[in-house]
């Protein structure tokens, strides 16, 4: 097995409307990103008394990008979108990262 340095990579996650996927799609390229994957999802979030005690809106239209991106882009990324796009309020989207060591592509 060869050598392989640790490559600082983040599988990276955007879960937000429909609507917003190729702003996002954009986002992603203008950072690197590889291996962009798209899915389309249904919320099961509904207008009930529960949803509305938090503040959650029942918009269930929703789309999963995943990718790959370098960790150092990952952390500008969070920042545009809690800065740019209020991921911080609800009902914007949700965005993570986890590491990702010793992956080669």
């Known amino acids: 097995m ?3 340095q640790n490559s600082s990579l983040q599988y990276f996650m955007i879960i937000t409307e429909q609507k917003k996927k190729n ?4 986002l992603l390229d203008d ?3 590889k291996g962009i994957e798209t899915v389309y999802g249904h919320g099961s979030m509904s207008p009930r008394a529960i949803a509305s005690a938090f503040g959650f809106e029942a918009e269930q ?3 999963l990008i995943s990718c790959l991106v370098k960790s150092e882009e990952a952390k500008k990324l969070i920042e545009i ?9 609800p009902n914007t989207g949700i965005a993570f990262g986890i590491s990702v060591e ?3 592509f």
Do not use: I, P, Q, T
């Open 2 to 4: 060869r050598d392989v």
């Open 23 to 26: 702003k996002f799609l954009s």
């Open 31 to 33: 950072h690197g990103a």
């Open 61 to 63: 239209s929703k789309v």
């Open 81 to 89: 979108l809690y800065r740019d796009y209020h991921f911080d309020k």
């Open 102 to 104: 010793g992956l080669v």
